[in-house]
């Protein structure tokens, strides 16, 4: 019987997106490499897929872009990425469980991603980052900026809901009543939960896209490692408490679509009265969780004014 998803693929709008994604990372002088992170003898297998510079300038600083749930790193930063190639030397990674990226550990926090991203970097020869973090990639970058404090010079928090607590869900901050409702959601399965997912994402979300489009969108994207990322989501919220959450000292830029529906803004004012005076906070109007690709432009003037202005 002939394989109806070997067909779509052969068709594939997504497949297609992501090998224009590929070629524009090529070009912009970053190659994709595979490392193995695993320990010696460990029976754990822990293996991180990154882009990084074909030719690294160590005169140049360096930069770590962090991407969250949804499409993948490259359809997350494609349309910034060459703002920063040219001053700095750009890694773009996959988070474990996302891309090429995994590991047999069974530890699913952010501080264990923010681990192995440290020792990928140092794979890497580079020792002293600045980190842009998107909602997810947020939460690990903050872990990065906690654990490894003389590693992290400055960091960009893009709609990350570092400061939420597990009981924000029972209060109802949150659009949704449960944490199974927002698994589905972020992991999508079926095409009516991936319009769930734009219409949290976007202020102006994009309508009547077929049912063919979205399954192939779902076959490509978010087919891989469910349950894993199901419990990263978990992982996030069970019993975290923002008394718990440390405080960093690095200069910090924290950017929030004004519409935000997936982490409301509240969240946003939240984490900058949690860091203090070492961090400022940008609000985009007439956008929503998807502020990097609904207001792509704005998003990049603050990060280059963040990034770049004061080098």
């Known amino acids: 019987m002939f394989d109806h998803m070997k067909l779509l693929r052969c068709f594939s709008f997504t497949a297609s997106r992501d090998w224009f994604f590929r070629q524009s990372f090529a070009n912009a002088g970053l190659r994709s490499v595979v490392t193995d992170l695993s320990h010696g003898n460990s029976i754990a297998s822990t293996t991180m897929h990154c882009w990084i510079p074909k030719s690294p300038n160590r005169t140049k600083p360096n930069l770590l872009l962090l ?12 349309e910034h990425l060459r703002a ?13 469980f996302f891309g090429l990226s995994s590991t047999s550990e069974q530890n699913r926090t952010e501080s264990f991603q923010a681990r192995c991203l440290m020792r990928l970097m140092e794979a890497h020869g580079v020792h ?15 872990s990065l900026a906690a ?138 109007k007439k956008a929503g969780h998807a502020v990097n690709l609904e207001k792509s432009k704005e998003f990049l003037k603050h990060l280059k004014s963040f990034l770049i202005d004061s080098l």
């Open 84 to 96: 920063f190639t040219g001053r700095f030397n750009v890694y773009v990674p996959d988070l474990l």
């Open 67 to 78: 991407h969250g749930f949804g499409a993948n790193a490259m359809w997350q930063y494609g």
């Open 147 to 284: 654990q490894f404090p003389e590693k992290v010079e400055k960091l960009v928090l893009c709609c990350a809901g570092v400061c939420l607590e597990e009981k924000d869900m029972e209060d109802g901050l949150f659009k949704v009543p449960n944490l199974e409702e927002a698994t589905g959601i972020l992991i999508p399965q079926t095409p009516e939960k991936l319009k769930e997912l734009i219409r949290f994402s976007f202020v102006k979300p994009m309508k009547g896209v077929p049912s063919f489009f979205l399954w192939d969108f779902i076959d490509v994207m978010c087919t891989e490692f469910v349950e894993e990322k199901r419990d990263l989501i978990k992982s996030i919220l069970k019993d975290r408490r923002l008394s718990d959450l440390p405080r960093i000292k690095q200069k910090s830029l924290v950017i929030w679509g004004e519409d935000d529906q997936i982490f409301p803004l509240e969240l946003g004012y939240r984490l900058k009265r949690h860091i203090g005076e070492n961090a400022e906070i940008v609000v985009i």
């Open 128 to 142: 002293r980052m600045s980190i842009v973090g998107i909602s997810y990639g947020g939460f690990v970058g903050y």
